[in-house]
């Protein structure tokens, strides 16, 4: 592609000493600013300590004027960093820095204001509990750049400058598709019972329809029980409510990592469940075949480390096909997992979200269903939705497959205020019946456009000569720009993350992923394909931009030992 040359290598002789200078300032506010980020997650930390203990007195100094003045002076010193921050440069309508006189400022006041905003009231609300402290705290600094986002969201014709998010797993390809399919006639019912509370496990019509959709797309060997379907109003929403039936505050699950953040937030929210991580890695050993490969003995030694530490592990959590790396595990794989959770007597919860976006023809996708014996069926739960697969993440529902009827009517009961509209699942209903629409039509669409996507972001990453893994499945490519840390840190990778922000392009960091190697990223390709491509322009400026700072510093490097000299 022809800007990628004129984009990554900017002619030295267009350094200047106030470049430099401006640069040099930049990169210090940048560190600052991280280094009083990192304190006030310290102080939050601290919070979190106090909350725990049984102390009541705790509370009291937690309200204390000497506690607040100190949170409140430490938010006043990181709004005054914030605030000495040129505003990042305007991307014009082809994704180019600098959009002439009528571009607008990135952060407009408004902006800055709300985001000061949000940060003041995380540390220095005084009127919530130590309980809502500590989820105030979680829902800021885990959706702090969604916010962002959602405040300049891209829109081709009203927001051409806005915010590209390549961050948040949504398939966006088909929506012409699904637009026409959900306006056909057999969608629109109003009757007396869809506008009345229901079973809160969901009506028997959809979970009769899910219990058939499931038997047919997984391949199980016999017709599933629609008494085993539970649904509501999303999988996080039956992931949460199987860690509040499975588990108790303290106790855990093992889960290999990178993993899928929305895990670790759910958890925290309702359950206080522990997350032990099966950390993986990206080196190829002789028992490490391929980058990040989830091994049985990974997995006894995490327990083996667990139980040392005195930790009571209920179960283990898998992704199939994984979110954030797109592995997709192997039938005798599988087996290996369920034999390992057994031996241990764990609870196994398995999300097949993504198992319909398997687009590679060469792979084949193996549902936990489709065995034909599972080493403890009791103790296997099935979560799937409709999320990524039809691209609907709007509709917000999940479903959960169980044969344990005890934990199946335990989970029933988070339906009380987890439910889905009668509306929607009416319609739910309808789509997931309609099998001649989803194999004719919507199933080849959806892959073959997700297909060209992979293929189109996957070319330009090989141009560029990053790595990737190249897994064909899910919505998503895991990335690694190690080569662009200089030195490879967290503290490098989050400042490459903010670069992007500033360039308007929004992606996810492996950090967030709880991935123990700093480098890694995870981007996002099934979008409409103009604002795909207007993405990795932006993506590939601030690259640019990154190596155009390394050539500046060694510049600076060398015109300051020449002034010592």
Known sequence: ?????????????????QGLRNQSTHTQLMKVTLHLQQTMEDDITQLKTRHQQPDPGLREQRHSPATREQEASLVRSMCQVDNLFQPCPPLDSSGHVGGGQQAQSSRQPDQLGHHLSDLQATVVS???????????????????????????????????????????????????????????????????????????????????????????????????????????????????????????????????????????FTSHLYAKVELIHVHLDSEVTDTNTRPFQLTVGKLEQTMLEARLKGKHVRGLLLINPQNPLGDVYSEHALKEYLEFAKRYNLHVIIDEIYMLSVFNEAITFHSVLSMESLPDPQR????????????????????????????ASAVSS???????????QHKLCRLLQDREWIDTVYLPTNRS????????????????????????????????????????????????????????LLLSCG????????????????????????????????????????????????????SAS
């Open 449 to 504: 456009r997700l297909q060209a996507a992979h293929k189109c972001i996957t070319t330009n990453l090989k141009a560029l000569k990053i790595p990737f893994l190249n897994r064909g499945s899910g919505l998503y490519v895991w990335i690694n720009l190690r080569k662009y840390l200089d030195p490879c840190t967290f503290e490098q990778e989050l400042l490459l993350h903010r670069r992007f922000l500033e360039n308007k």
């Open 380 to 407: 296997i739960h099935v979560i799937w939705g409709t999320s990524k697969d039809f691209g609907i993440s709007g509709f917000r529902f999940g479903a959960l497959y169980t044969q344990n009827k005890e934990v």
């Open 1 to 17: 592609m022809s800007h990628q040359s004129e984009t990554l290598h900017k002619p030295h002789g267009q350094v200047t000493s």
């Open 511 to 562: 950090k967030s992923y709880m991935c123990t190697e700093p480098g890694w990223f995870r981007l996002t390709f099934s979008d409409k394909p103009l604002c795909l491509k207007l993405g990795m322009r932006r993506f590939f400026q601030t690259l640019g931009e990154q190596k155009q700072d390394w050539t500046e510093k060694q510049l600076e490097d060398a015109l300051r030992e020449q």
């Open 126 to 264: 005084c009127d919530l509990s130590n309980r809502g402290s500590d989820i105030s705290a979680l829902y800021h600094s885990s959706f702090q750049h969604y916010k962002t986002y959602l405040g300049d969201k891209y829109h081709e014709e009203e927001n051409p400058l806005g915010v590209i998010n390549l961050a948040v797993s949504e398939n966006k390809l088909c929506i012409d598709l699904m637009t026409e399919r959900l306006s056909r006639s057999d969608m629109n019912c109003i009757e007396d019972s869809l506008l009345q509370y229901a079973d809160w496990r969901g009506h028997p019509f959809l979970r009769e329809e899910v219990a058939r959709f499931l038997t047919y797309y997984c391949k199980a060997p016999a017709q599933l029980d629609p008494e085993n379907v539970v649904v509501l109003n999303g999988c996080c929403s039956v992931f949460l409510a199987l860690a509040m039936v499975l588990c108790d505050p303290g106790e855990a699950f093992l889960i290999p990592t990178p993993v899928y953040g929305g895990f670790a």
């Open 414 to 424: 988070f339906g009380y205020v987890h439910s889905i509209s009668g509306i929607a």
